[in-house]
């Protein structure tokens, strides 16, 4: 993945391997600006170290969900260790009520 690259679908929230919820999600890795303007420090780094964006849960499920650690199951099985890190709002993802968070890869990752 470079920067600027999306990940979105419908995927799994698991929690030591059982499924917490399904959810919708939006992840996307900075663009390139933002790596000149916050150095990283690093001669070569991994892009995908830096993925973070927003997981889109039904209501009942997200007033169950702690802020923690989870694995989110991509639509193409992938998995990815996130950090869930704030509840953000209620919306409308087509026509359904949804509640938002905001997740970042987790720091195991890097």
């Keep these: 993945m470079e920067p600027g690259d999306t990940l979105e679908g419908k ?5 030591h391997g059982r499924i917490v919820a399904e959810v919708d999600y ?3 890795i900075p663009r390139r600006t933002h790596f000149f303007i916050n150095p990283t420090g690093k001669l070569h780094f991994d892009y995908e170290d830096y ?7 039904d209501p009942p499920a997200a007033d169950r969900l702690e802020l923690a650690e989870y694995t989110l199951e ?3 099985k992938a998995r990815k260790t996130i950090v869930v890190e704030r509840r953000y709002k209620k919306i409308s993802h087509r026509g ?15």
């Design 51 to 57: 993925l973070g964006g927003f997981i889109l849960l």
């Design 11 to 15: 995927g799994l929230l698991l929690k």
């Design 74 to 76: 991509l639509a193409s």
């Design 26 to 28: 939006h992840l996307t």
């Design 96 to 110: 359904k009520p949804k509640v938002s968070f905001w997740v970042k890869i987790a720091a195991q990752n890097r």
